[in-house]
Structures are given as C-alpha cells and as structure tokens.
C-alpha cells in the first residue's frame, strides 16, 4: 500500500506555521488574518482549485474513498459522508471504524483531501471538492484481514459502484504490475457504469520504484507526485509509462481519525486531489461521461518543466489545473484517453469462449452389412492348384502308370518267346 508516511504530526491547528504582516498604519482597518491551515493548503491556488470554486465545488457528485476507513469524529466530514461499508472483515458495517494498527488513519487523511469540509467558512481543512459527498469503505491490509485483499477491492468497487459513486479514489498499490483476473471484472463494472477510477502511482520512499496494481489497469486515472515547487518527488512518487498527470504528494495537511491535523508526503494524498478535481468536473460538466472528464483533466494539465516529451514516465501527461479542467473549452473524445481494459483482455487474457450448445442425437438404425467373402489363399503358378491336380496331374499318373504296366507285360511275354524257340532238340 502507498503509506503516506508522515513528514511531521501537528496536533492542533496552532501549530502549524503561522506568518504575520506588520501592523497595520492608524486608521487603517487590518486585513482579516489568514487561517494557518489553509495558508499551508498551497494547492488550492497554485494548481486551478480556488479558480474552480468560481463555478463549482462539486456538489450532487459522491466520492468513494476505498481505504481504512473515514473517522467518524472530526468536524470537517460533518455532513460529507453519506454511506459506507467495510469489506476487510474487521471494521464495523458503516465503513467508518479505521482499521489496521499502522496505516488506521490512512483513510481519513486522503478524504479530507478530497471532500474535507474545514472547521468554518475560511478555517480548517478543507478538500478540493468540499461540497461533493463521500462513501466510506473500509479495507484492511496484511495479515490484520480476514479476507484477502484481492477479494476485498473487487468488492470495495462492485459495493462503491451500486451505492451511487461517481469517482473512486485508491490510494494504494500492490508494488506489481501484474492483477488478479478477478479485478477484471470489478474495474470493468466500474468502466461500464461510467464512473471515474483515480489510483496512486505509488512511491519510492515505501519501496515502489515503478508503478504497480491497480495503477497499471488500462482505464484507470494514474497520479504521480510532485514537491511543492512542481518538480517530481524523489521519496513520494514513482515512475511509469501509465501515470496520466501528477499532483502535490509533500507537505500535505490531513485529518486524522480523532481530529488531529498532520503534515504527511505521499501519492496517496497526490490521488484524492485529483480525485477531488475529477468531481469538479463531473458537477461542473454532468453531461460528460467518465472518458471525457479524465481527458479534460489531461489535456488542461501543465507542462512541468524540463519534460521533453507529451507524456512523461515521470509526470504523465502534467500538473493538474483544476481551474482549466472546469473552464477550458476541450474537444470531446469516444473513448477512454487511458486504454480500454476490454481491450487489453481480449488481447492478453486467455479467450473464455462459451460451451457450444449439444444438439441432440436420434438414434439411426443400420442395415446389416452382407457377410465377407471368404478370402483366397495366394497360390503360385508354379505349384499345382486343385483343378490342375484333378484335370492335368492325376489323369497323366494314371495314364502312365497304365502305360508301364503294359509295356512291362509285353516285355515279358517277348522274352518267354524268345526263350521258348532256342530250346535244345532232342
């Protein structure tokens, strides 16, 4: 998962710097000071949002933020949450117990990115789109689940999906390219109900140095990370060819689960802000369909500096600018500027054909076959054959044999003659 690891931990909103003007001349009425923590909100004006506020804040649109649940007591998700469910097992059925002994306050920092509505009009956190509403789903991570965490997000999504979800927000990772087959169908169901999927690209500081699962999924809305001066963030982002656009990922103000206000780096909060300017969109354009808001928002993204190319491995397409995103005038695309996932799996999944229907078989009766000649035994010309035994070979002994009979009988009666005539005279 894309921890979010903590630059520092602010426990009140006190703390957080505070820079004060000179005092004001006499009779000059002071300007009202400016509440730290938005002071320390540098997005809000330096990538479009306050310009975005001009036309929306996002209301009538619902995120839902698939992570360890949204807490249930700070004051700036007063009213945001509207439904919720946990799919790890361990959490509660709203989704909004925080689950996991490390990362338990995860989720609350990456809502209050999104949709955190502060502590009062110019005070207090406050997220990108703080009129849009908020699903809950809590998932658990590692061996604290009692359910593996591929079934968990096929879930997560299908139940974020039924529930109304507009934009999903993950800010988690698998440090792998490669998915489950399941995740297929969970993400195409999300794809076929129109809704926009924003994922974390993941960072090195945690240990992923390219962009993994779910961020690899063709169709998705990839966010990479930038500093506060718009340069790519060596700890808190990664690099790959699947990043769409990148957002701040350091020096990030979140809402902890019992209200505490932290400072943390990460994409996991680059994600929720883009996801944040995704509902801008979507209340600012409820024409457009899932595809044409993820174009627009990669098509108003800045060019960062020194990137050579329209898309770079390390910043996608750009920087987010949520004032153009809402504003500008975009030519309208058919089809997801991210890759089409059906696609992809007609490709390089096997091919599941279905089962041919059996057409039924009648028996057919057969004739009788007639009965087989009997076989001749291969005979040679030059041994005798029957006829020639009984018309040639045994007529011809017979005659000869007569033959020599006779000529043996005349024989003899030629020699008694003989012997008869030379008799002595007396």
């Known amino acids: 998962m894309s921890r979010g690891l903590l630059a520092a931990i602010i426990a009140t909103a006190a703390a957080l710097t505070l820079v004060t003007a000179a005092p004001a001349a006499a009779g000059v009425p002071e300007a009202p000071e400016e509440d730290p923590v938005r002071a320390a909100e540098y997005w809000l004006d330096g990538y479009g949002v306050e310009k975005a506020w001009e036309t929306t804040r996002g209301?009538?649109?619902?995120?839902?933020?698939?992570?360890?649940?949204?807490?249930?007591?700070?004051?700036?998700?007063?009213?945001?949450?509207?439904?919720?469910?946990?799919?790890?097992?361990?959490?509660?059925?709203?989704?909004?117990?925080?689950?996991?002994?490390?990362?338990?306050?995860?989720?609350?920092?990456?809502?209050?990115?999104?949709?955190?509505?502060?502590?009062?009009?110019?005070?207090?956190?406050?997220?990108?789109?703080?009129?849009?509403?908020?699903?809950?789903?809590?998932?658990?991570?590692?061996?604290?689940?009692?359910?593996?965490f591929t079934e968990q997000i096929a879930e997560a999504i299908r139940w974020s999906v039924d529930n109304g979800a507009d934009v999903i927000n993950m800010s988690l990772t698998t440090n792998v390219p490669d998915w489950d087959e399941s995740w297929d169908d969970a993400f195409l169901y999300a794809f076929e109900h129109d809704v926009v999927v924003v994922v974390a690209a993941g960072n090195r500081g945690s240990g992923t140095t390219r962009v993994g699962a779910p961020?690899?999924?063709?169709?998705?809305?990839?966010?990479?990370?930038?500093?506060?001066?718009?340069?790519?963030?060596?700890?808190?982002?990664?690099?790959?060819?699947?990043?769409g656009v990148s957002a701040p990922s350091e020096e990030l103000v979140g809402v902890s689960a019992d209200g505490r206000l932290v400072l943390w780096n990460g994409t996991s909060g680059a994600a929720p802000i883009v996801a944040g300017i995704a509902?801008?969109?979507?209340?600012?354009?409820p024409d457009l369909d899932a595809d044409n808001v993820i174009n627009r928002i990669i098509q108003t993204a800045k060019p960062p500096a020194g990137a050579d190319a329209?898309?770079?491995?390390?910043?996608?397409?750009?920087?987010?600018?949520?004032?153009?995103?809402?504003?500008?005038?975009?030519?309208?695309?058919?089809e997801n500027p991210m890759g089409s996932l059906s696609e992809w799996i007609r490709l390089y999944r096997r091919a599941q054909s279905?089962?041919?229907?059996?057409?039924?078989?009648?028996?057919?009766?057969?004739?009788?076959?007639?009965?087989?000649?009997?076989?001749?035994?291969?005979?040679?010309?030059?041994?005798?054959?029957?006829?020639?035994?009984?018309?040639?070979?045994?007529?011809?002994?017979?005659?000869?044999?007569?033959?020599?009979?006779?000529?043996?009988?005349?024989t003899a009666a030629v020699r008694r003659i003989r012997s008869s005539s030379r008799a002595p005279s007396r």
Not at 367 to 375: C, F, G, K, T, Y
Not at 385 to 404: E, H
């Open 279 to 285: 509902a801008l969109v979507r209340a600012a354009h």
């Open 59 to 148: 209301k009538g649109v619902t995120i839902a933020v698939i992570d360890t649940g949204i807490g249930k007591g700070p004051v700036e998700f007063e009213g945001a949450v509207v439904g919720g469910t946990d799919v790890s097992g361990i959490g509660t059925p709203d989704g909004r117990t925080p689950v996991g002994a490390v990362d338990a306050n995860h989720g609350s920092w990456v809502a209050s990115l999104a949709a955190g509505r502060g502590t009062g009009a110019d005070t207090g956190m406050i997220g990108v789109a703080p009129e849009a509403e908020l699903l809950s789903v809590s998932v658990g991570f590692g061996s604290a689940a009692s359910r593996s």
């Open 310 to 334: 329209d898309h770079d491995p390390l910043y996608g397409y750009g920087l987010v600018d949520a004032g153009a995103a809402v504003s500008a005038t975009v030519p309208a695309v058919t």
């Open 215 to 243: 961020a690899t999924i063709p169709g998705v809305l990839t966010v990479g990370g930038v500093d506060p001066n718009g340069k790519a963030s060596v700890e808190a982002s990664t690099q790959g060819i699947t990043i």
């Open 354 to 410: 279905d089962p041919q229907p059996q057409q039924p078989v009648e028996p057919v009766e057969i004739a009788p076959l007639p009965r087989a000649d009997q076989a001749e035994r291969a005979a040679s010309p030059l041994l005798p054959s029957r006829d020639t035994l009984l018309y040639g070979t045994l007529p011809l002994s017979v005659a000869t044999a007569t033959a020599i009979l006779v000529a043996l009988g005349v």
